[in-house]
């Protein structure tokens, strides 16, 4: 597999992030408690990093690791079932969470995480997306912000990786054959 073209140039990226940084910290002004940013692993990292370091809101990071695809050979397709492989350190009970997740696919993983976090008695969850895909939603989730809407294609960079591959690449690309 090999980059085909790409999709968000590296300053768009930068320009969004601050976009929806200031958005959060407008919405977010005058908390009390900091809100807890819970990023989805390994995808978000990046995103999350460029993300916290334009919030002026108080704010702790955190994160956890989940699993929606099956270990075989098709990596593409989703198992069905949501695996918590590793869960956030603090505590979220009363609190504001802001879920930080890189791709919206089937929306499957982020119905079943905001669903998972409102059970911990949080005060509000909310959620970041840094790219949805246009059609593949099949699960009606709230994105509260939103980064880029993309074509239904494979994407890579900015986190975004293919068999743990271009994942640190400073823009969105699409793969090709």
Same mark, same amino acid.
């Given at each position: 597999m090999k980059i085909k073209k790409t999709l968000i140039e590296t300053q768009q990226i930068e320009n969004r992030v601050k976009e929806l940084?200031?958005?959060?910290?407008?919405?977010?002004a005058g908390i009390t408690e900091p809100l807890v940013l819970v990023g989805v692993l390994?995808? =978000?990292f990046i995103f999350m990093a460029d993300l916290c370091r334009y919030l002026t809101i108080p704010h702790v990071v955190d994160f956890m690791a989940v699993s929606s695809y099956s270990h075989s050979s098709n990596a593409t397709k989703a198992s069905g079932n949501v695996r918590i492989i590793m869960d956030c350190r603090e505590n979220q009970q009363d609190r504001d969470v802001l879920i930080v997740e890189d791709?919206?696919?089937s929306g499957h993983t982020l119905d079943?995480?905001?669903k998972n976090f409102k059970s911990r008695y949080t005060k =509000?969850?909310?959620?970041?997306v840094l790219v949805k895909k246009k059609t593949r939603m099949s699960y009606p989730v709230e994105i509260d912000y939103l980064g880029f809407e993309i074509p239904d294609v494979w994407v890579v960079g900015y986190g975004l990786d293919y068999a743990?591959?271009?994942r640190t690449l400073p823009?969105?690309?699409e793969l090709g054959e």
């Open positions: 940084a200031a958005q959060i910290n407008r919405d977010y390994k995808g =978000s791709i919206l696919d079943y995480l905001i =509000s969850v909310r959620t970041i743990e591959k271009y823009y969105i690309a």
